[in-house]
């Protein structure tokens, strides 16, 4: 049931750009929340045709949203950190998702029900720091929805 | 300035905790898995908590079965998202022998995570999950009594702050001391396994 399926979504970025670079973005989601909880976690696949930047999210569903880096240290903490962009080298697919880079909705406007939909606006910078604005359909998965993988760290350390 | 509300494994206070120590000779010896390791010190035990019910409660309370503890938050992304999940799967996996588990989701977030939201928090996962809390005054000594690390990060705005803390499971055993702290890589499995050892060690 977290079918690989949901959108494929081909979309052209328009007007301010040098040329028309497609932008694909894939199995976007956002975690369903509990009653009363204020924020969630938001998560999709991004691959672009040329470098670009994430330079920030905004969903109906939140009055503010970030992206953020989170990593859980051999120290054994988790440690979450937002980050003012998030960089997609060309042709490279970074995941955001649930162990790593994600979006964080913050101050919800309603509560994230399982099987409703919104929609993400993705404000992306290319190299000549101009700015397109892309936005995504994402599914509400319930609460316990999960990538197979637990949370490891990004980066590439020995394990003990 | 950073601000650091409480930093953990404070050598001074397992001095107090031995102190609670009450004999409990013989513990039945555990395997300790590659995923876990083995604790012996009495961290929390005595400690008194509120329970998302409004209950108060210690660990000793679940006496005769095996807890598995958990800190964290619900503002978590998901840390603690994957970490109950994983419980719920462990709670399948162990079928009729579940009744014999109680999972604790311990927040570290008092402020935000008040009892309802900790209820149907907990609840999405397994309805028999339990949240537990401390006033938000009490949470950094409640963080030392467990040698839980954790620390508030400030967001970009006052109340977008998010808690960055330690992804162990304490497992206590059925009689209530504190046994495994198990990584959180361990899979469902390998959590099943540990529990169902402690289970078989159980005196009836």
């Known amino acids: ?160 | 300035m950073k601000r650091v509300l409480a930093i953990g494994f404070l050598a001074l206070l397992a001095a107090c905790d031995t102190a609670e120590d009450a004999a409990e000779p013989n513990a039945a010896p555990v395997a300790v898995p590659s995923h876990a390791k083995e604790m012996q010190a009495r961290y929390g035990e005595g400690y008194a908590m509120t329970d998302h019910l409004g209950q108060t409660r210690t660990l000793a309370d679940w006496r005769g079965k095996v807890a598995l503890v958990f800190f964290g938050y619900t503002h978590c992304p998901d840390a603690c998202p994957s970490a109950l999940y994983r419980f719920s799967q462990v709670m399948e996996i162990l079928g009729p022998q579940a009744e014999q588990v109680q999972v604790l989701f311990v927040t570290l977030d008092p402020a935000r995570d008040k009892p309802e939201i900790l209820r149907d928090y907990t609840a999405a996962f397994n309805p028999n999950f339990l949240g537990l809390y401390v006033s938000p005054e009490k949470t950094p000594e409640l963080a030392r009594a467990f040698h839980v690390f954790y620390q508030v990060t400030p967001g970009q705005t006052p109340e977008h702050y998010s808690v960055d803390h330690g992804v162990g499971t304490y497992v206590y055993d059925t009689t209530g001391r504190l046994r495994l702290e198990i990584d959180h890589t361990a899979t469902p499995d390998e959590v099943a396994d540990s529990v169902r050892q402690l289970l078989a060690a159980k005196k009836d």
């Open chain 1, 1 to 160: 049931m977290r079918a690989f399926s949901l959108l494929l979504l081909f979309l052209f970025l328009q007007t301010g750009w040098a040329q028309t670079p497609p932008l694909y973005a894939t199995d976007a989601w956002v975690r369903a929340t509990a009653r009363g909880q204020q924020a969630t976690g938001a998560f999709l696949t991004l691959r672009s045709a040329e470098p670009l930047r994430l330079v920030g999210v905004r969903s109906p569903l939140a009055a503010a949203a970030e992206i953020h880096v989170m990593r859980v240290d051999d120290d054994g903490v988790m440690r979450m950190r937002a980050i003012p962009w998030l960089d997609l080298p060309a042709d490279q697919v970074t995941e955001l998702k649930p162990g790593g880079f994600h979006i964080m909705l913050l101050s919800l406007r309603a509560p994230a029900n399982a099987g409703q939909r919104t929609t993400l606006t993705l404000v992306l910078e290319n190299a000549a720091r101009q700015r397109q604005e892309v936005t995504v359909d994402a599914e509400i998965r319930a609460l316990n929805a999960l990538a197979p993988n637990p949370p490891h760290t990004p980066r590439d350390k020995a394990t003990h």
